[in-house]
């Protein structure tokens, strides 16, 4: 009998997830932490609406500082009152923010390219391109399922939430010249999580967007080391590691 009324508790959640707001997907929002003006799709690049400066001169970058990530315009959001959990996701924005800026900084160590040094200094120097980056998005059913204490969920029930109340995370990246403070680079990007039947990350809010900030740090490195002409492909949607 226990497991028919669990079953049936799973069942009722499904069918009220399903009503919740979804967001669909396409290009990411102006969010207000940065002017997207000019701003493209770009089919050569992996995200989604891009602007680069014309003639510049990349070459002469050799060293990049990533600024704290903001996430001040998620926490403006009502959204997150509404999800009655206004306290403990301060707490949860902000280790996110600073996984965010941590895997970008490893994201230049690890290149085998060795094309930027990673500095910490922010003062104006020359030769110095500075990141800064914005999380303008992020939906957290994850929690929802957490706190109707539906987890663990399997297989099925687990899928059926994936596609009925999908979470989907946006950023937004600027590269300055950190002498002058010139925009040299604008980039966002709004992202569904990946495709997974079972996944133990999916028992987090943030997990699937940590998986997501992993693919962005890799692609903006790429990014800067395309030469002329080269085509960056996107991100898969797709993971099938149940870790």
Not at 34 to 54: C, H, S, V, Y
Not at 65 to 84: A, N, R
Not at 147 to 166: C, D, E, R, S
Request: glycine share 6%; aromatic share 12%.
């Amino acid at each position: 009998m226990r497991s028919i009324k669990h079953a049936r508790d799973i069942l009722l959640w499904l069918f009220v997830v399903s009503f919740l707001p979804v967001c669909a997907a396409g290009e990411p929002k102006p969010s207000g932490f940065m002017d997207q003006k000019n701003m493209i799709l770009r089919g050569d690049l992996p995200f989604e609406t891009a602007w680069i400066k014309p003639g510049v001169k990349w070459q002469l970058y050799q060293k990049v500082v990533i600024l704290p990530v903001d996430t001040k315009h998620l926490m403006d959001s009502d959204f997150w009152q509404e999800m009655g959990r206004s306290g403990e996701i301060q707490g949860d924005i902000a280790k996110l923010a600073k996984y965010t800026r941590s895997v970008f900084e490893q994201a230049f160590f690890a290149d085998p390219k060795k094309r930027f040094k990673v500095t910490y200094s922010t003062l104006p120097s020359s030769g110095l391109l500075r990141v800064e980056m914005a999380l303008t998005e992020l939906t957290p059913n994850k929690v929802l399922m957490k706190a109707a204490g539906f987890i663990p969920l399997y297989g099925l029930a687990v899928k059926a939430v994936n596609q009925t109340n999908p979470s989907y995370v946006s950023i937004e990246i600027l590269l300055k010249d950190a002498r002058t403070g010139e925009i040299l680079a604008k980039f966002a990007d709004r992202k569904k999580e990946p495709f997974t039947i079972v996944s133990v990350d999916d028992f987090s809010w943030y997990g699937y967007a940590e998986k997501r900030v992993d693919q962005w740090s890799v692609k903006l490195v790429e990014t800067l080391n395309r030469k002329p002409g080269e085509v960056i492909g996107k991100s898969s949607s797709i993971d099938l590691k149940p870790w």
